[in-house]
């Protein structure tokens, strides 16, 4: 079964900290993306890549950086996490055809304290 | 990339079918219809999609209106399982992002 990993299900983390959350998909797919979801807000694009070591500014940028060096793994950094980054966080990858949909990973759910 | 407009809520029994509706008025000839849902805490999934044509699968089927204005998504015989928030997205399938609204919670009642 084809498959978009998250590293961690659940994280806390102190104000201030550098955060990585990691996604790994298995399908070879050229694009991947990072979404919060909080309540009321509805799922928001943090930014987005269609290649490796290529990335794309999403919606609410800002606080965050990502990386991609591989194709397979796309990270979110959060350069030091503050309490208003308490979060869902969701990634995805397509393959990036006409036809394509989207797979997601189950979320990483942060607590910055 | 074209908005849509969907019902906040609905209810449906279980074992009915369940007609959840999408407006996407400002549509363009390129722009696909999909259809995710998302499950408590979980990631959303992958419903179906379409372009023109009316779509079936082994989860729902998906009615497109001639003029595309506007879509259905039908789960033919609804369960508990189904409760879920529905999101209808329209985009150009360019590899590109997808822009999620509120979606409709459909809840499934015994």
């Known amino acids: 079964d084809v498959k978009v990993t998250q590293s961690s299900r659940y994280l806390v983390k102190r104000t201030g900290e550098k955060v990585f959350l990691e996604c790994v998909q298995d399908?070879?797919?050229?694009?991947m993306f990072w979404y919060r979801q909080d309540p009321g807000l509805g799922l928001r694009l943090i930014y987005f890549?269609?290649?490796?070591?290529?990335?794309e500014k999403g919606d609410i940028p800002e606080g965050y950086s990502v990386s991609r060096e591989k194709k397979e793994r796309f990270s979110l950094i959060l350069e030091s996490a503050s309490t208003n980054q308490t979060s869902m966080y969701l990634c995805?990858?397509?393959?990036?055809?006409?036809?394509?949909?989207?797979?997601f990973g189950s979320g990483t759910r942060l607590t910055v304290v | 990339d074209a908005k849509t407009t969907q019902p906040p809520s609905m209810d449906c029994a279980e074992g009915r079918a369940a007609n959840l509706p999408c407006n996407h008025s400002?549509?363009?000839?390129?722009?696909?219809v999909y259809w995710y849902r998302q499950i408590h805490s979980q990631g959303p999934q992958y419903i179906i999609h379409?372009?023109?044509n009316n779509e079936t699968n082994e989860m729902a089927s998906l009615i497109i209106t001639e003029d595309r204005k506007s879509s259905t998504l039908i789960l033919p015989h609804a369960t508990l399982r189904d409760t879920a928030v529905y999101y209808c997205?329209?985009?150009?399938?360019?590899?590109?992002?997808?822009?999620f609204g509120q979606g409709t919670e459909l809840s499934v009642k015994p």
């Open positions: 995805a990858s397509s393959s990036g055809g006409r036809d394509s949909g989207y797979t």
């Open positions: 399908m070879d797919h050229e694009n």
């Open positions: 400002t549509i363009s000839g390129n722009e696909y």
């Open positions: 997205i329209v985009r150009v399938d360019q590899g590109g992002k997808l822009i």
């Open positions: 379409g372009l023109k």
């Open positions: 890549s269609y290649d490796v070591k290529m990335k």
